[in-house]
């Protein structure tokens, strides 16, 4: 069976899959995507996962229910990303 090479982390980035349609956008909505990706970008999805099931449009919402955006505005701010 063939090893398979160790990964290390710090090289890894993200990349986009195609080019955003920017002027869909405004900047400050540009700026808090920027901040969010830098705030998780070394989590894995466990940890954001955990992290999303504990804020209150996850626990008020049902099984395959749509969350309302709304609801996040409920959210403490330091809860919200």
């Known amino acids: 069976m ?11 980035f993200i990349s ?4 955003p349609e920017k ?3 405004s900047e400050s ?3 808090l995507i920027r901040e969010i990706a830098n705030k998780w970008s070394m989590h894995n999805t466990e940890s954001i ?4 099931h504990e804020q209150l449009p996850w626990k008020i919402s049902r099984d ?7 609801l996040i ?7 919200v990303y």
């Open 29 to 31: 909505e540009l700026e």
């Open 49 to 52: 996962v955990d992290f999303t």
């Open 2 to 12: 063939e090893k398979l090479p160790k990964l290390n982390l710090q090289n890894w």
């Open 64 to 70: 395959n229910e749509v969350i309302p955006y709304e």
């Open 73 to 79: 505005t409920q959210e403490e701010p330091e809860n």
């Open 23 to 25: 002027e869909l956008l």
């Open 16 to 19: 986009l899959i195609e080019e």
